[in-house]
Each structure stands twice: as structure tokens, then as C-alpha cells.
Antibody, heavy 120, light 108 residues
């Protein structure tokens, strides 16, 4: 059974960098067939795709691209999100999720999410 | 356009059928997938591809697509179906993910 677990600080000050890690169990992030994604959800709002990686490359939401970096640690089977120069608008629940090529790119496994508050 | 448009809110009487729609140009090229999100929970995959339900999803949920519109239909809506529903697709170049704005379903 594949599981994803987000981890990181729940509170970040404005202008600082938000860093989160997603630990994956039950599947290897270095394998073919999947995109590994970050998605966020602002309070009482919808889902916003942040970015993803796969053997095909790393892709970012154009609206966040200047501030986002997604990296991976294959030995730890983890991937990470770095979001620079945060503002109050970056307060959200952050999810990591797997997107399966053989399910017509459906997000078949999600982490439980981690809440991040940007506040001074 | 890479946007997916959903009605913000829909209501349905208990036991009745409701259709939730998602519109966007990229739906002409890529399948939509549908997600249910209950309060305080992560989204859950409901439908993918051409009307495929993952194991454990009740058969009252079904999907369809025509042109630039994808639809999620709930037949015999139950009280526990009250939730937010999101569609998702890849954008026209296939490299980016797009979510619809979500539809909040109220069961009366």
C-alpha cells in the first residue's frame, strides 16, 4: 500500500522560505509511471497545483514558478518543496500526491496534508 | 485556455440524481479525473479515464465527457455525499496540471 506523508514547520514568517518534505512508502519515486506532485489549498478555497516531477522532468505552475523548487532524494525516497519569499497568501494546507500515468494521470494517492501558516 | 470551470455550488434532494460539470478546452485532449473532498480531509479519487471507478467507490458515481465538458453524475445521492467535488486535467501542452475551482454539493 502506497502512502505519502508531508512534514515541515507549521509556521513561517513573511519573506522567509517554506520547506516541506514528502516521504513515500510502498513505491519508489525514481521509477517510471508516475508524477509526484505538490498541491495546496488555501483556507476555504479550491485546490492549486504547485508542481511535479517524473522521469520526464520537473514542471511548475507558471504562477509560482519564480519562487518554487521541487527536489528529490532517491535514497530516502522523499521529495521536497521549497517556496521562497512567502507572504500571507501562501497560508494553506499543502498536500503531496501521486499521479499515475496508467490511470490517465489521475491523482490516486494523497498525503493527509500539512497546514502552513505564514505569520509574523 | 488552461482553465477548468465548475459551478461553485449545487444542491440535490436526498435520493435524487445530480450532475456536476467541468468545462475547459484541455478536456478535448485529456481525460478529466474527479475528486471528492469532505471537510477536514484530503481529496479522494472518484473517477478517472472513461468512467472508471477505483476500488471501493460506490457505483452511484459515474463520469462522462463530451467535447470540452466533463460531467460527474451521482445517482441516488446519499447524505454522506455532501462534499466538495473537483475536476482535474492536464493543460493543453500536457506538462501542467489544472484543477477546477470545485463544486460544493449540498444534500437537502
Amino acid at each position: 500500500q502506497v502512502q505519502l506523508q508531508e512534514a515541515g514547520p507549521g509556521l513561517v514568517k513573511p519573506s522567509q522560505t517554506l520547506s516541506l518534505t514528502c516521504t513515500v512508502s510502498g513505491a519508489a519515486i525514481g521509477g517510471n509511471g508516475f508524477y509526484w506532485n505538490w498541491v495546496r489549498q488555501h483556507p476555504v478555497k479550491g485546490l492549486e497545483w504547485i508542481g511535479s516531477f517524473s522521469p520526464a522532468g520537473i514542471f511548475y505552475n507558471p504562477s509560482l514558478k519564480s519562487r518554487v523548487t521541487i527536489s528529490r532524494n532517491l535514497s530516502q525516497n522523499q521529495f521536497s518543496l521549497s517556496l521562497t519569499s512567502v507572504t500571507f497568501a501562501d497560508t494553506a494546507i499543502y498536500y503531496c500526491a501521486r499521479e499515475a500515468w496508467d490511470l490517465q494521470d489521475a491523482f490516486d494517492v494523497w498525503g493527509r496534508g500539512t497546514k502552513v501558516i505564514v505569520s509574523s | 485556455s488552461s482553465e477548468l470551470t465548475q459551478d461553485p455550488a449545487v444542491s440535490v434532494a436526498l435520493g435524487q440524481t445530480v450532475r456536476i460539470t467541468c468545462q475547459g478546452d484541455s478536456l478535448r485532449s485529456y481525460y478529466a479525473s474527479w475528486y471528492q473532498q469532505k471537510a477536514g480531509q484530503a481529496p479522494e479519487l472518484l473517477i478517472y479515464g472513461y468512467n472508471v471507478r477505483p476500488s471501493g467507490i460506490p457505483d452511484r458515481f459515474s463520469g462522462s465527457s463530451s467535447g470540452n465538458t466533463a460531467s460527474l453524475t451521482i445517482s441516488g445521492t446519499q447524505a454522506e455525499d455532501e462534499a466538495a467535488y473537483y475536476c482535474k486535467c492536464r493543460d493543453s501542452n500536457g506538462n501542467h496540471v489544472v484543477f477546477g475551482g470545485g463544486t460544493k454539493l449540498t444534500v437537502l
